[in-house]
């Protein structure tokens, strides 16, 4: 009897050091917290799911907030919101809140916590620069029945010039120019443009597309990954290309060639740049690469060699050391640097570069933000400063066209004509002789007319609307 009364204390004993239980309990909520809110806790221990139904916080008659669950032990990263990052916590100024950090060693916990404020409700909370500015909360992505924050950059001189510009489409756009809507803190790539400007860069135009929350693993690959989704990629490129940016270059002064159009990303969002790039060499020229999460469908190296080179290319490849517990961030890079050279592209094509000290983080990619855009639009940087034409003096006529256009420009070099759809497809070349221009069998629609030098260099552009 005195052996089943010690088994049983030992099973007992065991079953309750087994238990891993965490209790969250809010004590305090900021008073402008809307009534009837519900907040939800996202961390490490949920993939950072930042409207998880299974994480939200249950509200008590006493006015506090709690949430049991079950995570495995070790070190908890994890914030609140109120559904989305765009309402995430912040510091007592409401601004940026660094991940909170607790050590879980396993057993029953309970932690009491409060929440200063909701992060940008704050007035004059933001820090995005005077020349961003966002184009809609709402714009409707029809590929994908969504809608979603789009954000715009524009060089300093845009509203005092005349000039065209390259653009550069980047992921994850609440992270890209305003603290306010950075969960984790932001690249700052409006300052760093700035200064770029500043030390005499010729200037881009950015846009920067919000990920899709729930949605963004979905959106983010074109493959399915059996334990976090994903399979939504063809239809959120195709929106980038189809739909955006044919807004973005009818609203804007862009140059929307290849040659001045590029595309990146940081970690799930650098596997959805190089694709949307490897997918349409004929948009894109160049592709950023942060971090890229290759792990999440091995499908991503043969994408690259069953595509091949089609177009020159520029491909600019980061990766940390401390990006989890090993050097795998950087085994993946190098390893699709080599389907890229065996897909045909070349070395000088693609810029790989891996850092000790980088990490999976925004402060690393805000860091080496300015060094790719450098090298990615470095070989275009003198067409945009030298030889342009005085673009006032350049006449198209009839404009709308019929079946034959007459272009008059105010330069003595001969120039090739090159006629872009306004996603950047190139669908003419012409050498025009006397300046007469056939349009004869070009579909009806706005297109975008590009003078060139013989040695290749754009010297301007011109719309043209095909009745």
Known sequence: MRRLFLATALWIAIGLTAIAQVTFTITEVPGNTPAGATIYAAGNFNGWDEGASDFALAAQPDGTYTLTFEPEPGTLMFKFTRGSWATVEGNADGGFLPNRSLEYPGGVLEVDLEILSWEGDSPGNSTAADNVTVIAEDFYMPQLDRDRRIWVYLPPDYNSSTATYPVL?????????DAATAAFGEWEVDESLNTLFEEGDAGVIVVGIDNGGSSRLDEYSPWVNPSYGGGEGDAYVDFIVETLKPYIDAQYRTRPERDFTGIMGSSMGGLISLYAAIEHQD??????????????????????GNQGKQEDMRIYMIAGEQEGSSEQQVVDMLAMEQALLAAGFSVSEINTVGHPDGTHSEWYWRREFPPAYEWLFAAIASDLQEGNLNMERVEVYPNPGSDTVEIRWDSADPLNIRVFTMQGKQVRLIQPEGQQMSLTGLPAGTYLIGFYLENGQCVGTKRLIQK
């Open 169 to 177: 489409y980047m992921q994850d756009g609440q992270n890209l120019f």
């Open 283 to 304: 948009v894109f020229s160049k592709a950023g690469v942060f971090s890229a999460s290759f792990w999440f469908a091995d499908e991503c190296y043969a994408h690259v």
